[in-house]
């Protein structure tokens, strides 16, 4: 099978998704818009939040207890600080803003929004990473094809009341995934379990907080936390 597929899958998924959002959006009212996205929000809340409990809450002796309370608190605080240092965050609105005047929406004032918070929900969480190491060492693309019919539901969304900027989040996508393929066979012997159980955990609440963002109208700096993600893999070899 084709080397990289599941990648070119995906991305695809997200154009695609992003044309019909668009599209759709186009015919809803303002405060249509306004309601749909405020329900995306609560939507990612709840798909952050089920994907951190499902790490944290175990059963022991018939109660139900907590886990990872410690990688949590020591990967959200040492990635924020680390993200804060190499602004991150500017980084990736600086790189919205130049997309979105290479690509003649410079009049677009929901672009850069769009492009960021559509770019961090899809990229985020252990399906990207596993599936593009399955792409590029077995040939498998399944993992990624599933990500991708995931993915161009939740594009399909957000595109519709953030408009044109969300379906370019297959740029970062394809970055991301395509570069994990290409090393695959360096990276897979690091991927063990247990890293991945903290990449979800971790990715999860990021997700929650791009909900958030989108909900309340706030600006918590998700991609200052990213390197969170980074941090929380290492602690794994480290147990706390």
């Not at 309601?35 to 499902?54: E, N, P, Q, R, W």
């Not at 608190?73 to 965050?89: R, T, Y």
């Not at 961090?120 to 399906?127: D, E, R, S, Y």
Request: charged fraction near 10%; include cysteine; charge should be neutral.
């Amino acid at each position: 099978m084709m080397f990289g597929l599941g990648t070119i899958i995906n991305c695809s998924a997200i154009i695609i998704a992003g044309i019909a959002g668009m599209v759709f959006g186009n015919h809803l009212k303002e405060s249509m818009q306004n309601t749909l996205m405020k329900a995306d929000g609560v939507a990612v809340i709840f798909i952050g939040i089920a994907g951190a409990l499902s790490k944290m809450l175990v059963i022991k002796g018939g109660t139900i207890d907590t886990t990872g309370t410690m990688v949590m608190i020591i990967s959200l605080s040492f990635g924020a600080v680390i993200g804060e240092l190499l602004d991150l965050d500017g980084k990736m609105t600086h790189f919205g803003e130049w997309l979105k005047i290479k690509t003649g929406n410079a009049k677009d004032h929901k672009f850069v929004d769009g492009f960021v918070t559509a770019s961090l929900t899809v990229c985020i969480g252990a399906m990207a990473v596993v599936g593009a190491i399955e792409d590029g060492v077995h040939g498998n693309h399944s993992i990624l094809f599933a990500k991708a019919i995931l993915d161009f539901v939740i594009i399909l969304v957000m595109s519709a009341t953030l408009g044109k900027g969300c379906l370019f989040a297959f740029v970062p996508v394809g970055l991301f995934q395509g570069t994990i393929t290409l090393l695959s066979s360096m990276i897979s012997p690091y991927v063990t379990a247990s890293a991945m159980s903290a990449l979800s955990f971790i990715g999860s609440i990021l997700i929650f907080c791009v909900g958030v963002n989108l909900v309340f109208d706030t600006k918590i700096r998700v991609a200052n936390l990213l390197p969170a993600l980074i941090v929380a893999c290492i602690c794994t070899v480290f147990p706390l």
